[in-house]
């Protein structure tokens, strides 16, 4: 029992998240966010103290990075050697540091995402400018702490001569946190801390003047400065980085796009491959080649064009399709004070100088307590030098060294450090030089001391001494801006004329929903009758259109779905069509097409009216149904209703310009006929207004638009067969949601109802009853009746019962022939 006192019961939840946070605070701290006083993770900081420790230093010869690897893992980071040559190989690119801090020979890796050479293969040194990371490190500048093993110590921090942070960015995911911070510009950075020691209340736009935003070693273009004053405000924002490019223009017309310069970690081979996917599976016509010609003298991507093609509209396809263009997020996370913050540029700035305030104040107390102990010496030397032949004197009668210190401090008060300083004198130094060059010595540390002790004491002296000190890294160090800023963030038009190669096609949609494209050459190869199309279908639409031009297409369920002509499914004329419920989720199983309408362009100066079974009727601006994001998997509602039995019946597209009437026949043969302008236009969701006061278990069975002045001639088809053509005019104009007149007379016995309500010029009706038998009508061969008529019979109701169907025959000779 006594062995298992030690052991403590705990639930999985407490060990877990006990662990767990453990682990994280580890991460984070330790890992993979970068300190906001040298900008380096754990890992970097080892890899350059470690190197510096070494004497791998710039001005020496290079040394196998296998060795400097095992030293790091030995040393100061016992993980992976992987891991650690992979964060030294990353110090060393020029295209992800926009400052390298370390030199490489040998193959670092690429652009295009290649690997770098073994460890065993490559050789490195610091940079010189790490050597402004490093400087100072020995005078005590920095906390340190012992390693993994307590055998060496290492330090918590660099002293970091400039602001590393921003000048190399950051990029990094932990628990709970990640970190991306740009590259930026050593002089910018450099001018901005300066100005922030001498205003530390200046403003942010104040600081943009200095930093006016990040300057990637890639170059590129940056477009945003509103986003990137947000993101140094708040350490979040997101800006549009792009490529550099230009176009030229060849032999024959032809022109070429040249890119020199790729976003920030873009894989420059991943995005040739994609732009080359492009043209091969012509997405967009036009590109004929594209070919990376990068060399020793730079980046140089080629996308050679075919002949007469926009190349300003392939450009911007590619820029909103390809990494040629990308967004870049700032989400500025760094370790201040042991914990992860989000840090706005100010903060970034401000606790740099903190930091280096901090540095130069030991620098200078170790600088000055080394001054002190030597003045010490000096002046113990000088005095003995002056009392020479006593000092000799009492080292001679003394019986060793340790006799003659004890001596020295008792006979001539000197102390013991000076005393040591004494008895270890050479006698070559006793002569009158060097009592000269003491004096000169002395002089020099008292001037030196007074400095000292000025900077330790005056704190405007103080940052005098960081804004020089920068003010040289930056002298030798700065280059010129590599990265464009933009002011707008460029909206990016892609033209459909560079998507789509311009054809004139023949389109066909059939009530059942099966849409399609055919060639000309397929539907001349064919008669017009033989569209492909079930036997139960129609035909709503068919008509030679133009590949640029745009379909809008109406539902009885009161639904919109859109298409460019391009989109169609291009097939043969005898084939079927592809269903809508193929791409279109929301399209039920009941519902049909009942209109469709072509256009180029959106005209807010067309209305569609909307007429329902239950009496509804409405008008909405066209340009209410511009392209929607998920046009491709959803209609939009046009038209919603009130009742779930009810149901569009007719849907028209008018010129607002256009006098015109609104015609309505009812089932049990009511009409109504009012002017147009009395619906009003409201938006794509509402549910309109009352077309037609209705009876009882009465519905509206169709609705026309015809002229407020002329001749319309409808067509009226009854279940019992009788077939009656009027003029809608003959109908009193009256006003909306009355009940209207009667357009049949009504029968005792056996009365007849409206089927069927249509255009009555140059119809062709197809009549079938219950018993099947048809007709077939043309509406030109019946006179025009007055109102009360009840027309004349074209099936015989007795023989076949009633008619239940009355179907449009849709010309396609007639319009082959247009």
């Not at 000169?440 to 002790?453: D, F, S, T, V």
Request: aromatic share 6%; charged share 30%; glycine share 6%.
């Amino acid at each position: 029992m006594e062995q298992n006192n030690h052991i403590q019961e705990l639930t999985l939840e407490e060990v877990m998240g006990d662990r767990f946070g453990r682990y994280s605070k580890y991460i984070i701290q330790e890992r993979a966010l970068p300190d906001v006083r040298d900008g380096l993770k754990p890992v970097q900081r080892r890899i350059l103290f470690s190197m510096n420790n070494d004497g791998n230093t710039h001005d020496k010869s290079f040394r196998k990075s296998a060795k400097s690897v095992g030293n790091v893992m030995g040393n100061y980071h016992p993980h992976g050697d992987s891991s650690i040559y992979e964060a030294m190989v990353r110090m060393s690119q020029d295209w992800k540091l926009r400052e390298v801090l370390v030199e490489m020979h040998g193959n670092n890796g690429s652009m295009d995402g290649d690997p770098p050479a073994a460890m065993r293969y490559t050789e490195a040194r610091l940079s010189e400018l790490s050597g402004m990371m490093l400087a100072d490190i020995e005078k005590d500048t920095v906390d340190m702490v012992l390693n993994f093993d307590d055998t060496e110590k290492e330090p918590t921090v660099l002293p970091a001569k400039f602001p590393n942070l921003l000048v190399n960015g950051s990029t990094g995911i932990s628990a709970g946190y990640a970190t991306e911070i740009p590259t930026h510009n050593l002089a910018e950075v450099i001018d901005g801390t300066v100005y922030l020691i001498d205003h530390p209340n200046a403003s942010l736009n104040k600081l943009m003047e200095f930093i006016p935003g990040p300057d990637f070693p890639t170059g590129g273009i940056l477009q945003g400065k509103e986003e990137i004053k947000k993101a140094y405000e708040t350490g979040k924002g997101k800006v549009i980085l792009r490529s550099k490019t230009e176009i030229e223009t060849l032999h024959g017309g032809k022109q070429q796009i040249v890119v020199t310069e790729i976003p920030y970690e873009v894989n420059k081979a991943t995005l040739v491959k994609r732009i080359d996917e492009i043209r091969l599976a012509k997405k967009i016509e036009g590109i004929a080649e594209v070919r990376d010609e990068t060399d020793r003298s730079g980046l140089r991507m080629v996308i050679e064009l075919k002949k007469d093609i926009n190349a300003q509209g392939i450009l911007n396809y590619l820029f909103k399709n390809t990494d040629l263009q990308v967004n870049y997020s700032f989400n500025m996370v760094a370790i201040d004070h042991k914990r992860p913050q989000q840090v706005s540029l100010k903060h970034i700035l401000a606790s740099y100088i903190e930091h280096r305030r901090d540095v130069v104040l030991k620098r200078s107390q170790f600088e000055l307590n080394k001054a002190q102990k030597r003045q010490h010496i000096v002046d113990g030397l000088m005095k003995a030098l002056s009392i020479l032949d006593k000092v000799i004197a009492t080292i001679r009668a003394s019986k060793d060294k340790k006799d003659a210190k004890n001596n020295l401090v008792i006979q001539h008060q000197f102390t013991q450090a000076q005393a040591e300083a004494i008895v270890n004198l050479q006698l070559y130094r006793l002569t009158n030089t060097d009592i000269t060059e003491l004096e000169n010595e002395a002089k020099e540390l008292a001037a030196y001391i007074a400095e000292l002790q000025k900077i330790l004491s005056d704190e405007t002296e103080l940052m005098k001494v960081i804004k020089n000190e920068l003010r040289q890294v930056k002298k030798k160090f700065s280059t010129p801006r590599l990265t464009q800023i933009e002011e707008q963030i460029e909206e990016i038009k892609i033209e459909t004329e560079v998507l789509v190669p311009s054809e004139e096609v023949m389109t066909a949609i059939t009530k059942e929903g099966y849409i399609k494209r055919s060639s000309l050459r397929s539907f001349s190869a064919s008669r017009p009758e033989e569209l492909g199309m079930k036997e139960t279908d129609e035909v709503v639409f068919c008509q030679q259109l133009n590949t640029l031009d745009h379909l809008l297409l109406v539902t009885n369920r009161g639904n919109m779905i859109y298409r460019p002509v391009f989109e169609l499914p291009d097939l043969k004329w005898k084939d079927t069509g592809e269903h809508l419920s193929q791409t279109v989720l929301n399209f039920n199983s009941d519902e049909v097409v009942l209109s469709v309408f072509s256009y180029r362009e959106l005209d807010a100066a067309r209305n569609f009216v909307f007429m329902t079974k239950n009496g509804m009727i409405k008008q909405t601006r066209m340009d209410e149904f511009a392209p929607w994001r998920t046009y491709k998997s959803r209609g939009v509602t046009a038209m919603k209703f009130k009742d779930e039995t009810d149901e569009l019946i007719n849907a028209f597209l008018v010129d607002t310009k256009e006098e015109l009437d609104v015609f309505l026949a009812t089932y049990k043969g009511m009409g109504l006929r009012y002017a147009l302008n009395e619906v009003p236009i409201v938006g794509a969701k509402a549910s309109g207004v009352k077309a037609i006061n209705l009876k009882a278990e009465d519905e509206v069975v169709n609705g026309l638009l015809v002229y407020s002045n002329g001749d319309n001639p409808v067509i009226i088809v009854s279940q019992r067969g009788a077939i009656k053509r009027m003029l809608a005019q003959e109908l009193s104009q009256l006003s909306r949601a009355k009940r209207g007149v009667m357009i049949l007379r009504e029968l005792k016995k056996n009365p007849h109802r409206i089927v069927y309500m249509g255009d009555g010029q140059n119809k062709t009706l197809l009549l079938a009853n219950e018993k099947g038998q048809q007709a077939e009508i043309q509406s030109d061969h019946y006179p025009i009746s007055d109102r009360m008529s009840n027309g004349s019979f074209a099936l015989d109701e007795k023989q076949g019962g009633k008619v239940i169907e009355v179907k449009e025959q849709f010309d396609l000779q007639e319009d082959r022939e247009e």
